[in-house]
């Protein structure tokens, strides 16, 4: 603050040079990382190996869950706003997944006789899984039926293999 000349302080009001700059530099590099298409690039394929990772866990899960329990756990394409398996193929992976305990082996959600363990989550816009099934069977013994999957953006193109 500095003194007036009736010494009554008074309030000095703005940036400091250094306050100025700094905000400067933050905006360039912001703006920077925003328009490079790179940096897009980079986005896209961080949320391809996230979701990648997010499905190899619940294989995981699922295998450990079957051995566990003694008993089938099933993974299935998740019909929209319900907890009921689909039978629309690859499309059906769009609106996420259940995975259950299939004591009945019927390849659908009882929730009378059978537990959920797990309701996924639907897929990120513009992703998609390819699967030769809508489902995805877990023997007690941890072997699988149908495993072979790939994760792809939008287009089939980009994306890999589960595993890779």
Known sequence: MRKSSNNKPSMVSG??????????TIAVVVVALLASGNFRDFIDDAWMWLTKSNIQGNFQLAKSEAVTRNTKVRICAKEPASES???????????????????????QYDNATEELIRVGD?????????????????????TVEGIAATVAEGDGE????LGD
Do not use: R
């Open 85 to 107: 398996c689909s039978g629309a193929g690859d499309d059906g992976w769009k609106e996420g997944f259940i995975m259950f305990t299939d004591v009945d082996d019927n390849d």
């Open 122 to 142: 639907a897929m990120p816009d513009g992703q998609q899984i390819t699967a030769p099934s809508h489902t995805f069977v877990f023997s007690p013994d941890g």
């Open 158 to 161: 980009g994306g890999g293999a």
């Open 15 to 24: 940036m400091t040079m250094i306050e100025l700059l700094m905000t400067m």
